[in-house]
T-cell receptor, first 113, second 114 residues
Framework: DGGITQSPKYLFRKEGQNVTLSCEQN?????MYWYRQDPGQGLRLIYY???????QKGDIAEGYSVSREKKESFPLTVTSAQKNPTAFYLC????????????FGPGTRLTVL | GENVEQHPSTLSVQEGDSAVIKCTYS??????FPWYKQELGKRPQLIID?????GEKKDQRIAVTLNKTAKHFSLHITETQPEDSAVYFC?????????????FGKGTLLTVNP
């Protein structure tokens, strides 16, 4: 399970505040991904990045932002524009080729108070 | 974009029975179909995958079948054990070029009763 880490494990935020979730990998993977997991909704893609300094919107990007300044890091910011941010957030990485497995981090549970 | 439907949403079996989870996909260009298992409180992990040039793949008690014509694929677990209890997700990818995205189904909660 080592190689991709997320912090913190639990995060509480007041309405109207931005919050940044950390994702780091030491697997030398090119591609990184952010998913949101809600009960009964599966894994929904927020943003993904295939190389440093480049990223694309996923299916539910509204209210989120990302950066990819380093190969190892892909932080996700949940902005105050996200109307329903309480969820479980999963980061993943893969070598970046179509048949390659995605490796997931342990996740961050965000609760908006 | 791709759409993946997964059924059933919940499945309960007796230990030793078989379990089957089915998924359909919408885009005929999809060519990679992984299955992930997520135990309670843990991260998803790949358990088996299949490429579009193969009709079936087996790994011990787990098998996946793919019907490209009908655009559906299935996960088969034989001789189920209590530790098989988890949420299972299917996914599909169009791949090729620079598209590395996976589209996931909504998951199946499998409960294996001892």
């Amino acid at each position: 399970d080592g190689g991709i880490t997320q912090s913190p494990k639990y995060l509480f935020r007041k309405e109207g505040q931005n919050v940044t979730l950390s994702c780091e990998q030491n697997l030398n993977h090119d591609a990184m991904y952010w998913y949101r997991q809600d009960p009964g909704q599966g894994l929904r893609l927020i943003y993904y990045s295939q190389i440093v300094n480049d990223f694309q919107k996923g299916d539910i990007a509204e209210g989120y932002s990302v950066s990819r300044e380093k190969k190892e890091s892909f932080p996700l910011t949940v902005t105050s524009a996200q109307k329903n941010p309480t969820a479980f957030y999963l980061c993943a990485s893969s070598p970046g080729q179509v048949y390659n497995e995605q490796f997931f981090g342990p996740g961050t549970r965000l609760t908006v108070l | 974009g791709e759409n993946v439907e997964q059924h059933p949403s919940t499945l309960s079996v007796q230990e030793g029975d078989s379990a089957v989870i089915k998924c359909t996909y919408s885009d005929s260009a999809s060519n990679y179909f992984p299955w992930y298992k997520q135990e309670l409180g843990k991260r998803p992990q790949l358990i088996i995958d299949i490429r579009s040039n193969v009709g079936e793949k087996k790994d011990q008690r787990i098998a996946v079948t793919l019907n490209k014509t009908a655009k559906h694929f299935s996960l088969h677990i034989t001789e189920t054990q209590p530790e098989d209890s988890a949420v299972y997700f299917c996914a599909a990818s169009m791949g090729g070029g620079s598209n590395y995205k996976l589209t996931f189904g909504k998951g199946t909660l499998l409960t294996v009763n001892p």
